[in-house]
């Protein structure tokens, strides 16, 4: 069955380091998304990305974050300056219809601690 | 603001029972998906519903649009079931974005 890979599986970061965490959708999904999890909370949105721009951000999505597709098969999430408050599980996601029509795909999670 | 919140927070039942799991949620949504997220936090997407009934083994999940509510359950329990599960739900007017519940922690002993 088709899968979402998500690098690396755990990564370990110096406050004010630059991050990116990686994601290989499935192929022939169009629209791709970044959810995280803060430990003991709720899984929260935080991007959708299709064609090449992102389509819809959340609040927590604010300018240390960056997503970029730079190939075919790769998709990102950058952060530009970390901070303790970033340290989550980052799932990437994706699906194959906007509205998610035949369901979505979530990656195994990166897990980021921010020392 | 859409509040998904599921009851119970915690279940233990033993090997063998039924189990039933329940999420509601405040606005209209255009589907609900049931996932499921082991120890290592990985999630797995178990149903996606937008009305009726959907049955997978031995899993069942229901969802009753008019009274924004749904209910996951598991039949003849396993211990390989153990594991938490998440409602998460698609608003009507708010693009693609999943919101999700808070997780039922399900422990099956055996």
């Known amino acids: 069955e088709p899968e979402v890979t998500q690098t690396p599986s755990h990564q370990v970061t110096q406050m004010g380091q630059e991050v990116i965490l990686r994601c290989v959708p499935i192929?022939?999904?169009?629209?791709f998304y970044w959810y995280r999890q803060i430990l003991g909370q709720k899984v929260e949105f935080l991007v959708s990305f299709y064609n090449n721009e992102i389509s819809e951000k959340s609040e927590i999505f604010d300018d240390q974050f960056s997503v970029e597709r730079p190939d075919g098969s790769n998709f990102t999430l950058k952060i530009r300056s970390t901070k303790l408050e970033d340290s989550a599980m980052y799932f990437c996601?994706?699906?194959?219809?906007?509205?998610?029509?035949?369901?979505?795909?979530f990656g195994s999670g990166t897990r980021l601690t921010v020392v | 603001k859409n509040e998904v919140e599921q009851s119970p927070q915690n279940l233990t039942a033993q090997e063998g029972e039924f189990i039933t799991i329940n999420c509601s949620y405040s606005?209209?949504?255009?589907?609900l998906h049931w996932l499921q997220q082991h120890p290592g936090g990985g999630i797995v997407s178990l149903f996606m519903l937008s009305s009726g009934k959907k049955k997978h083994g031995r899993l069942i999940a229901t969802i009753n649009i008019q009274e924004k509510h749904s209910s996951l359950h598991i039949t003849a329990s396993h211990p390989r079931d153990s594991a938490v599960y998440i409602c998460a739900v698609r608003e009507q007017a708010a693009g693609n974005k999943l919101t999700f519940g808070g997780g039922t922690r399900v422990l099956v002993k055996p």
């Open positions: 192929s022939n999904h169009l629209y």
């Open positions: 606005v209209g949504i255009s589907a």
């Open positions: 996601a994706s699906s194959q219809s906007p509205r998610g029509g035949y369901g979505y795909t």
